[in-house]
């Protein structure tokens, strides 16, 4: 009975831990596309960057998440993430057109464009999950 339940553990461990690297890659490159520096701002105890940062991260997450559980191997779920994080990187320079400035708001504390920024990020994301058909 045990080992009928560990059965799909290796694949947990295989999908479970490319997801984590797709995160890892994600906050890497997407903290470096922005013009602020989140990771300091959230350490500086700023709420706009932290809101702004996890939300776009869950947008992100949720592709990947639909991209585990659609795909048929692991490279296919890692170009889909990819995928995810281009839209994600859009996403930010679309939010900026009504909002030029807005790194510069986010890093001043803003909360309005934190949240703008945050929640176009998990739109876009359950948009992009919902489009993987295959």
């Known amino acids: 009975m045990i080992l009928q339940s ?3 553990l290796p ?3 295989l999908y479970f831990c490319t997801g984590l690297i797709a995160v890892v890659l994600y906050l890497f ?3 470096r596309v ?3 520096d989140e990771f300091q701002l959230i350490c500086d105890n700023h709420p706009a960057a932290a809101i702004a940062l996890g939300l776009s991260l869950v947008g992100f997450v949720i ?3 639909s991209a585990i559980m659609h795909t048929v191997n692991v490279i296919d779920c890692l170009i889909w993430s990819v995928i995810a994080l281009n839209v994600q990187i859009a996403v930010y ?3 900026k057109i009504p909002v030029p400035n807005l790194s510069a708001r986010i890093a001043a504390g803003e909360l309005a464009p934190a949240i ?3 929640l176009s990020s998990v739109a876009a994301g359950a948009i992009n999950a919902a489009s993987m058909v295959y």
């Open 29 to 31: 490159v997407y903290t």
């Open 34 to 36: 922005t013009r602020h």
């Open 63 to 65: 592709p990947v998440v």
């Open 11 to 13: 694949a947990f461990l």
């Open 6 to 8: 560990l059965a799909g």
């Open 116 to 118: 703008w920024l945050g």
């Open 93 to 95: 320079y679309i939010v």
